[in-house]
């Protein structure tokens, strides 16, 4: 069984956990786009794991973790990240895969986001180079991870590549240029290090599901930030969608068997773009206070309101999703009463085009107040509750199959 894990809101949702709660019943994990700009939290023990790059079901045992074409892969967190892993389970790096296609995140791509968004130019990116690098990739300019085991061939573009960003740094931007130099001798010491970690990942893959191996696909943002079908331009600079995977790792389409949609109790925000459930009252800073809703990459506030359901019929279409996981129903606990958005003014479904005019019609029912974070059997939830998850599938025609009631690992009940 091949699947792939896709986030329906603009991400946050829960990934990382639902990851690696599914990842004990597979061989390979394979990241298939985004960078350094996700934050996938996992919980062990008492200890919070942050994930940027490497894929957060690499905390089984047994699993190999790939980060696939599709993505922009950033030496310095890479290395960052992995030695905080390796504080947990020493052996993380043995398992580890690197696709010799990624495009490489440079120090001049990290420079120029930072300068972005300090001027009107800024959209809320994570400032991680992220957007710049993938500009490079599609102008046909960047620079890939097997281009640091041909020296001369690396050295050669890097210098015509960063002729052209001093320009626009010292022009543009009265900023100071970078050292080639410095750059090449560090990006020297990156390639002796990931030499063993480097593979075709399409070969590597290819091979795997010959032999039967069970693979899971992680996405990383949502299905709201895709660059073709979220809320443009208010977007990710990568295809969040289940079709990316295939795009991202190099496999047919015919080899994902389920796409699983990971769905948050309420809906949240981080950065700049339309919001059509925004809560701007109590409401909102309640989520916030109890969910903990403050970015795993930048800190930043996420911006919160009620559940969507149009949002999400929207991003299982684009996804081909029929079953869903369900986060942060434990956050929900204490309210007097619940609200889910079931449609907008008088239309019912999403319009990305539309986003910033929708003002959502909600149902509300009341709200539940015992603690469910150690409930494991959907019937031992309060009836309030089980209500809410009924009204959740009514609005959005998708199964909820597993519903997360905390951020310890074991904290999930499958229905």
């Known amino acids: 069984m091949n699947i792939a894990v896709i986030g329906l809101q603009w991400g946050d949702e829960g990934k990382g956990k639902v990851v690696d709660y599914l990842a004990k019943d597979f061989d390979i994990d394979v990241r298939f786009q985004g960078g350094a700009n996700a934050g996938h939290t996992v919980r062990v023990g008492e200890k919070e794991l942050i994930f940027h790059q490497i894929p957060c079901g690499i905390l089984n045992k047994d699993i190999t973790g790939v980060i696939g074409a599709g993505c922009v892969f950033d030496p310095s967190v890479f290395f960052e990240e992995l030695n905080n892993l390796k504080k947990v389970d020493p052996t993380i790096e043995e398992r580890i895969k690197i696709s010799q296609f990624c495009h490489l995140v440079m120090p001049y791509h990290i420079m120029i986001d930072r300068i972005r968004e300090e001027t009107q130019q800024g959209i809320g990116t994570t400032k991680k180079g992220i957007g710049v690098a993938y500009e490079d990739k599609y102008g046909r300019i960047g620079l890939r991870v097997g281009d640091m085991f041909n020296p001369e061939r ?12 001093n320009l626009i740094l010292m022009e543009i931007y009265r900023a100071e240029p970078l050292s080639d130099n410095e750059i090449i001798h560090q990006f020297r010491e990156y390639a002796d290090r990931l030499r063993p970690m480097v593979i075709d990942d399409t070969a590597f893959l290819s091979r795997a599901i010959k032999e039967k191996k069970n693979i899971i696909f992680e996405g990383a943002q949502g299905t709201l930030l895709d660059i073709n079908f979220g809320t443009y331009p208010y977007v990710t600079s990568s295809h969040t969608i289940a079709g990316g995977a295939n795009i991202g790792v190099g496999i047919g389409p015919l080899y994902i068997d389920k796409v699983i949609g990971v769905v948050k109790a309420y809906t949240t925000r981080v950065g700049r773009g339309p919001f059509p459930s925004e809560d701007d009252s109590c409401l909102g800073e309640d989520l916030r206070k109890m969910g903990k809703e403050f970015g795993a990459t930048t800190g930043r506030p996420r911006r919160c309101g009620p559940f969507d359901a149009g949002v999400v019929r929207y991003a ?18 204490g309210l007097d009463k619940i609200k889910i958005g079931v449609a907008y003014n008088n239309k019912k479904d999403f319009d990305p085009f539309l986003a910033e005019e929708l003002n959502p019609i909600y149902n509300e029912i009341p709200g539940f107040k015992e603690d469910i974070s150690m409930i494991r059997d959907f019937n031992d939830l309060p009836e309030q509750a089980r209500n809410y998850i009924k009204l959740i599938e009514h609005h959005t025609n998708l199964q909820v199959n597993f519903i997360s009631v905390g951020p310890n690992r074991d904290a999930v009940i499958k229905k």
Do not use: M, P, Q, W
């Open 154 to 165: 690396f050295e050669k573009l890097l210098k015509h590549n960063l002729s052209r960003k």
């Open 316 to 333: 299982a279409r684009l996804n081909g999703v029929e079953e869903i996981f369900l986060t942060k129903l434990d956050v929900l606990s």
